[in-house]
């Protein structure tokens, strides 16, 4: 009885997440029927040499999901042949290549999937793609044959390379002496299984790896829900009171009649929808009021005033945070490290501001350097859309 072992793809479902290269493995097992061997193979004599191996390149009956090959690069250790075939039994192995040799093995990877090249550009890395023959013990007719195949999956996106997943599998078949027509089929079929494995792969992770994503989007909001009882998040339309002024006031304040500690944050999330990481950034500008504090000689509005537009710079700062925020500006490679160094770049800033402001004010006694700084946040605050919060100008 004659035994062929085939290997074929496993289901989709069963693929490694795409944070890493996935490795699949498959070996499965077919029992042929004798009568087989007697039906379409090539016959040569025992001691004759084997002829190079006619791997028959054939568009492969499945739609490309969301690629196409573009480039095929053979690493094979052993480029001298593709198979070692034993021509009996007791012979020893001889080296047998494809027709046409490597550049047969990548027309067959390259032209088996139908060509979209306005999808993503996959090389295909030949790690292997070999065959070996071992003689069945106790008959001196029968011949095992192995078929590995190893590819790697890439892309290049923005100039960079992105790896994608591997494929390592085979088959197994049993053949006679003069049995050589289940060699090419064989192979040919190996090779079908890595890129339908492929294929099933990139349709699935293309769904939620950000590695396969083709472009960027970013939107920025607010956040402006004040439920915590020591946070207020800049509103508008909500400024400053005596009553977010909660720390004890400091004896050592010298003229300075208050003080507010404003900052800013951000939050970034990303989700992969239609081929394209939406980013949301959501910015938030806040006053710790039990860090903040008035002297009492002071509950008035001009110093009200003076602690709003501190308030106020902050708010100025996020807005220009949030307009570097654009797919111009970053990629799909390092959008995430550019926001935060544009965060730090907005923090310095924020600093000097706040610095200078206090400065050329005089922490607010200066009156006329005051209504000047009134002017300029009003203005910026109107450019950006921001509405300005109602306080009375000294």
């Not at 939107?219 to 998040?233: K, P, Q, R, V, Y």
Request: net charge positive.
């Amino acid at each position: 009885m004659l035994r062929r072992f085939i290997g074929q793809c496993p289901p989709a479902a069963s693929l490694l997440p795409p944070s890493r290269a996935a490795v699949v493995v498959g070996w499965w097992l077919a029992l042929l029927p004798c009568w087989l061997l007697l039906t379409g193979s090539q016959s040569a004599p025992a001691t004759a040499t084997i002829a190079p191996l006619a791997l028959r390149t054939e568009l492969l009956p499945l739609e490309p999901a969301g690629f196409y090959v573009a480039r095929v690069i053979d690493e094979r250790k052993d480029q001298r042949a593709v198979a070692y075939l034993l021509p009996a039994p007791d012979k020893p192995a001889q080296p047998v290549d494809l027709q046409g040799g490597a550049a047969t093995l990548r027309r067959f990877v390259q032209q088996g999937i139908k060509r979209n090249a306005t999808l993503r550009p996959v090389t295909v890395r030949v790690r292997e793609c070999r065959i070996t023959e071992t003689p069945v013990s106790g008959t001196n007719w029968l011949i095992d044959g192995k078929v590995m195949v190893h590819l790697a999956f890439e892309w290049q996106r923005n100039g960079k390379t992105i790896p994608l997943t591997s494929y390592q599998g085979g088959a197994r078949y049993r053949r006679t002496t003069k049995q050589l027509g289940i060699i090419e089929p064989t192979l040919r079929q190996s090779l079908a299984d890595a890129l339908g494995n492929f294929n099933g792969w990139i349709a699935q992770a293309a769904r939620y790896d950000e590695k396969l994503a083709t472009g960027l989007r970013i939107s920025a909001t607010d956040h402006t829900a004040n439920t915590d009882a020591d946070t207020l998040f800049y509103t508008p339309t909500r400024p400053l009171t005596y009553a977010d002024f909660r720390a004890q006031p400091r004896t050592n304040g010298g003229r300075y009649g208050g003080a507010v500690f404003p900052s800013f944050s951000y939050q970034g999330s990303a989700k992969l929808a239609e081929g394209k990481v939406h980013v949301t950034v959501t910015t938030k500008v806040f006053v710790v009021r039990s860090a903040s504090w008035l002297a009492p000689t002071h509950h008035d509005a001009y110093t009200l005033n003076h602690e709003q537009r501190h308030f106020d710079l902050v708010k100025l700062v996020a807005e220009r945070f949030k307009r570097k925020l654009s797919p111009d500006s970053m990629t799909l490679d390092n959008y995430n490290a550019r926001m935060q160094f544009q965060y730090l770049q907005s923090w310095w800033e924020m600093n000097r501001l706040q610095e200078q402001y206090d400065a050329e004010t005089g922490g607010g006694q200066n009156t006329a350097a005051q209504a000047r700084w009134n002017q300029r946040i009003e203005a910026e605050l109107r450019a950006f859309g921001v509405r300005p919060p109602s306080a009375a100008q000294p």
